[in-house]
């Protein structure tokens, strides 16, 4: 249906920044939700980020560090990390669906890219 492929990702040390890349394909909707999440070597999958229109939401983890955004003419989404920490090492994917909540809610449905890696040393 859609095809994501993430971009932007690389190792870097504490403190730095990074912006990652999602570029959409396929059959896309402007008032689908979309977002980030990550997973960490020996963790689950979990949520990072979405947005969905005007509307924004952040793991408590994140929130103040990353910011999230989309230009929906270019089918794209991005997400601004700084302040980055060694426990924000993990594969970074992203993700399309219905809205925000399922995203937060689910991580079964939806179309998935595969991933761009984030290393943060310390």
């Known amino acids: 249906q859609v095809q994501l492929v993430e971009s932007g990702g690389g190792l870097v040390q504490a403190g730095a920044s990074l912006r990652l890349s999602c570029a959409a394909s396929?059959?896309?909707?402007?008032?689908?939700?979309m977002g980030w999440f990550r997973q960490a070597p020996g963790k689950e999958r979990e949520f990072v980020a979405a947005?969905?229109?005007?509307?924004?939401a952040y793991a408590d983890s994140v929130k103040g560090r990353f910011t999230i955004s989309r230009d929906n003419a270019k089918n794209m989404v991005f997400l601004q990390m700084n302040s980055l920490k060694a426990e924000d090492t993990a594969v970074y994917y992203c993700r399309t669906d219905i809205s925000i909540l399922t995203m937060r809610t689910n991580n079964r449905g939806g179309s998935w890219g595969q991933g761009t890696q984030v290393t943060v040393s310390s």
């Open positions: 947005v969905s229109g005007g509307a924004t």
């Open positions: 396929g059959r896309t909707y402007d008032n689908y939700a």
